[in-house]
């Protein structure tokens, strides 16, 4: 049975970070996941436009999700944590509140669209487990990634509100530690495993942000990780593309490569870090996945 | 299940800091606050904590387990005991508090930062002594959820802004306050609680709703942000770059549906900022292709009814 979803890929995937959508494509099609990026989509509102307007956020990803369920599938799925929270908020909202959903369907019906509640939303993360099941996954692993020390960085927005993720317990998550022992890598455990990354805020709180970045690269680097691995790609965005402006802070050394998640699945598929954009990178991840990778 | 449990208490005489361990037999339905008790009755006398009411009212309970803030009181030895798949707990007093022993904090100086948003009642004229002061039933919906709030302080101790800030950002029960009466339909002065939360760093916020998750009353301190935010513009605070950047988002998504990366920060920090202080970070994104200047985002299909929808949405606003 092909596991198929509506896909919905959010604004970085098809710029800042077009290497998660390279990477998601490919792991997709290598373990037989059908992926259809659902047609039209906008920007998610990244945790931002509410403090604009709350009912315009909610009625863009109505509609956002109104596409998916054209798409004739149970559940639409992403790969960003902020995109899973705002979708889910929304579907939260509108699957709670009749008045609520009767009023953006008002907006809707003049875009020609109807919300109706059919579809689940997910994360690529979840979907393994939940959908895939790891024990399929460790079928496909073609190199183990035997002797790659990882530190998950799971981000806020696949954990919390628990009332509208729901998928583990925010204080004690497992999800990322499970999939990364089917791949064979060793989960580090390191202080600032559940921080937040600060991306939201990196324009209107940028010292405070940059502060926290250099935290979050040496708090791994000091439990001897080889590398941080997010399912987040604005979490990427923050721990790797602002990195050099967060080392101005510190006098230690606080280089830490930072990796996707299905980059890192995408390895153990057997894929090389090219094929995965690994290169794509501002922190060079290349040099510490050659010395720990065998060869396939 | 386990038969015995082990615990590490912070422990703070006013200068010294250490660690000290418990270890007490498991018993089944019990509360943090019973595992507090007991040590303190039955193994040290010493050992300093707060509480009162035992019902999740007084608010006194709260420490940090794990890493997490609980109100102990409220909070079942059991689920812990579960959340964390262990019987090894460590107790501490709450972050972003000053500690004056053990696990009893300092609440004077969150009190007189509360001042500022003056969390009191400015009366409008359409209630008096003698006539009372009605509220129907919606206007008092809206406060019904802030006034929840029992001063524990779970939600400055979860917050991640405070504990990096310098101390101007105001704590998230600060902010509930100041939302709790610029709502109140019998308040006279909203923008006098709302513009000392405006200029004590209300954007700095950084999302990471740990404030609302960990509540122990679930008030939705979140969505007060937002409104907090959204009131803030209408005072006519958008020349920052909070309020700058959410209009960034806001309006891509009209003009072409998803976000322009090359012209955000352009968009929140102006040109000229821009230029002083992000070219290093501009190059390093084109030298690795992660943004590309010749690019033109184009619209997205049906951006017509995406306008549409915004055409609703303020029609609504100001209805």
Redesign the interface.
């Known amino acids: 049975m092909t596991l198929r979803y509506a896909f919905f890929p959010g604004c970085t995937l098809e710029s800042a970070a077009e290497e998660l959508m390279i990477s998601t494509q490919k792991v997709a099609s290598a373990l037989g996941i059908e992926l259809i990026e659902i047609n039209g989509w906008t920007c998610c509102g990244a945790s931002h436009i509410q403090d604009v307007d709350e009912l315009l956020a909610t009625s863009i990803n109505a509609r956002n999700i109104a596409l998916g369920e054209k798409l004739n599938v149970t559940k639409i799925l992403t790969v960003c944590n902020t995109c899973t929270l705002m979708l889910r908020t929304a579907k939260f909202k509108l699957d709670n509140r009749d008045k609520l959903r009767e009023k953006v369907n008002i907006g809707l019906n003049n875009a020609g669209l109807e919300y109706k509640g059919t579809t689940e939303i997910t994360h690529f993360l979840w979907a393994l487990i939940q959908d895939y099941g790891l024990e399929n996954l460790k079928k496909k692993v073609k190199r183990p990634l035997t002797g790659l020390k990882v530190a998950n960085f799971y981000g806020c927005h696949i954990l919390m509100p628990p009332d509208i993720m729901g998928f583990e317990n925010p204080m004690n998550p497992q999800s990322m530690e499970m999939v990364m022992d089917v791949l064979g890598a060793e989960s580090v455990d390191f202080d600032q495993r559940l921080a937040c990354c600060g991306f939201h805020a990196v324009f209107p709180a940028e010292k405070e942000v940059m502060g926290l970045t250099g935290k979050n690269c040496l708090s791994p680097k000091s439990s001897g990780a080889d590398c941080i691995v997010t399912p987040c790609p604005l979490c990427q965005m923050q721990l790797d593309a602002y990195q050099p402006d967060a080392q101005k802070g510190w006098k230690e050394d606080i280089t830490m490569p930072i990796l996707h998640l299905p980059q890192i699945i995408g390895l153990a598929l057997g894929f090389s870090p090219k094929e995965l954009a690994i290169q794509r990178h501002v922190v060079d991840a290349i040099p510490v996945l050659n010395e720990a990778l065998q060869p396939v | 299940m386990y038969t015995i449990l082990y615990f590490k208490i912070k422990r703070f005489d006013g200068t010294n800091e250490w660690e000290q361990s418990y270890s007490l037999p498991y018993e089944k339905g019990k509360t943090i606050l019973w595992v507090l008790n007991t040590i303190r009755e039955q193994q040290d006398p010493t050992l300093t904590f707060t509480s009162a009411c035992r019902h999740a009212i007084c608010g006194s309970c709260a420490i940090r387990i794990?890493?997490?803030a609980f109100l102990t009181c409220k909070t079942s030895l059991d689920e812990v005991l579960d959340?964390?798949?262990t019987n090894h707990l460590t107790f501490e007093p709450l972050k972003n508090f000053d500690v004056i022993k053990d696990l009893s904090i300092a609440w004077e100086p969150k009190m007189e930062k509360m001042e500022q948003v003056k969390p009191w009642l400015i009366p409008s004229n359409e209630g008096s002594v003698e006539s009372g002061f009605l509220q129907d039933e919606e206007d008092y919906h809206k406060i019904a959820a802030p006034t929840d709030c029992i001063l524990c302080g779970v939600c400055a101790s979860e917050c991640?802004?405070l504990a990096?800030?310098d101390g101007t950002y105001l704590d998230p029960f600060i902010l509930n306050r100041a939302y709790r009466f610029a709502i109140d339909s019998r308040d006279a002065a909203p923008e006098e609680h709302i513009r000392p939360v405006y200029e004590n760093?209300l954007?700095?916020?950084?999302?990471?709703?740990?404030c609302?998750?960990k509540c122990p009353k679930g008030i939705p301190l979140?969505?007060q942000i937002?409104y907090l935010?959204?009131e803030s513009?209408k005072m006519g605070e958008v020349k920052?770059?909070?309020?700058k950047?959410?209009?960034?988002?806001?309006d891509?998504?009209r003009n072409k549906?998803?976000?322009n990366?090359?012209m955000l920060?352009v968009k929140?920090?102006g040109l000229i900022n821009t230029a002083m202080t992000k070219i290093?970070?501009a190059l390093?994104?084109i030298k690795?292709?992660?943004?590309?200047p010749l690019?033109i985002p184009k619209a997205?299909?049906?951006i017509?009814?995406?306008r549409?929808?915004?055409?609703?949405?303020?029609e609504?606003?100001e209805s």
């Open positions: 794990n890493g997490n959340i964390f798949n991640n802004q990096v800030n760093e954007w700095k916020c950084l999302h990471c709703m740990q609302v998750t979140t969505e937002s935010r959204q513009i920052n770059q909070g309020a950047h959410a209009f960034a988002f806001h891509d998504v549906g998803r976000l990366e090359m920060p929140t920090d290093p970070f390093r994104m690795k292709g992660k943004i590309n690019q997205v299909e049906g017509k009814g995406v549409e929808i915004y055409k609703f949405a303020k609504v606003s």
